[in-house]
T-cell receptor, first 116, second 111 residues
Framework: EAEVAQSPRYKITEKSQAVAFWCDPISGHATLYWYRQILGQGPELLVQFQDESVVDDSQLPKDRFSAERLKGVDSTLKIQPAELGDSAMYLC??????????????FGEGSRLTVL | QKEVEQDPGPLSVPEGAIVSLNCTYSNSAFQYFMWYRQYSRKGPELLMYTYSSGNKEDGRFTAQVDKSSKYISLFIRDSQPSDSATYLCAMSPTGRRALTFGSGTRLQVQP
């Protein structure tokens, strides 16, 4: 069964350090999302890609966060410098833009970040 | 006020009970409605997907959408301890826009 792959699963870092998360979506899925989920809350969108283009990054804190999907396949989310409030689960999801399953988001297992 | 409101629980029920989970929303443009289940330290997995109003049934799960009231529900029949998880409602105006999630309801099914 096709899955969204994410790495690393867990990351512990000190504040002011740089961190990066990687995501490989389900093959053929043109749309890729990065969500942040703080413990006890629902996921909140950080950025949405359609192929290699950013569709929505209105909630991405651009002073410290960046995301790219250079070839329209896998994607990297970077935080520099990390702050204590960035401790959360970072979830990648992908979806097909057409067909019966359009709009269904398939999530990876997430990358749990702890900032000390 | 959040666009999607969901009671965080926790909701504790005995095995075999019927569970009702609910969300309300404020954006009348929402057309796609989904329920995700999330086990601890895992990513959300899709349970039910509904377009516009009406009911949808899949095994022990039934999803209902009442757009006139801006209210959606998920019913779980014959609940099992393995159903213990956080249930997230999510919705979108189109199939091309990102989902907006509720905060999740934590469900515990006691054996």
């Amino acid at each position: 069964e096709a899955e969204v792959a994410q790495s690393p699963r867990y990351k512990i870092t000190e504040k002011s350090q740089a961190v990066a998360f990687w995501c490989d979506p389900i093959s053929g899925h043109a749309t890729l999302y990065w969500y942040r989920q703080i413990l006890g809350q629902g996921p909140e969108l950080l950025v949405q890609f359609q192929d290699e283009s950013v569709v929505d990054d209105s909630q991405l804190p651009k002073d410290r966060f960046s995301a790219e999907r250079l070839k329209g396949v896998d994607s990297t989310l970077k935080i520099q410098p990390a702050e204590l409030g960035d401790s959360a689960m970072y979830l990648c999801a992908s979806s097909s833009s057409s067909g019966r399953s359009a709009g269904e988001l398939f999530f990876g297992e997430g990358s749990r970040l702890t900032v000390l | 006020q959040k666009e999607v409101e969901q009671d965080p629980g926790p909701l504790s029920v005995p095995e075999g009970a019927i569970v009702s989970l609910n969300c309300t929303y404020s954006n009348s443009a929402f057309q796609y409605f989904m329920w995700y289940r999330q086990y601890s330290r895992k990513g959300p997995e899709l349970l039910m997907y509904t377009y516009s109003s009406g009911n949808k049934e899949d095994g022990r799960f039934t999803a209902q959408v009442d757009k006139s009231s801006k209210y959606i529900s998920l019913f779980i029949r014959d609940s099992q301890p393995s159903d213990s998880a956080t249930y997230l409602c999510a919705m979108s105006p189109t199939g091309r826009r990102a989902l907006t999630f509720g905060s999740g309801t934590r469900l515990q099914v006691q054996p």
